[in-house]
């Protein structure tokens, strides 16, 4: 855990075949270590996604490979 991150100190009932399934997934030791390390995997796939999403609509402003051909053509 790094220092900087804000815990919080909470009981929840989790499904033992499901903990134990992601454990032997992430590589992970303990409860505390793969709740918090599927949070991660979660969050940052999720981030992923949308910004894939952003991207496939043309939300970000990227050119497409095609436009990017075609100024490399000009240029030459």
Do not use: C
């Not at 919080?8 to 134990?20: C, D, M, Y």
């Not at 796939?45 to 075609?70: D, M, N, Y």
């Amino acid at each position: 855990m790094s220092d900087a991150a804000a815990t919080h100190r909470t009981t929840i009932e989790i499904e033992v075949a499901a903990f134990e399934r992601a454990r032997d997934v992430l590589g992970t030791s303990g409860y505390k270590e793969t709740v918090n390390e599927a949070l991660r995997i979660v969050s940052r796939g999720e981030l992923l996604r949308r910004g894939a999403a952003q991207i496939r609509a043309g939300g970000l402003g990227l050119i497409t490979p095609e436009q990017l051909e075609e100024q490399r053509r000009a240029r030459a």
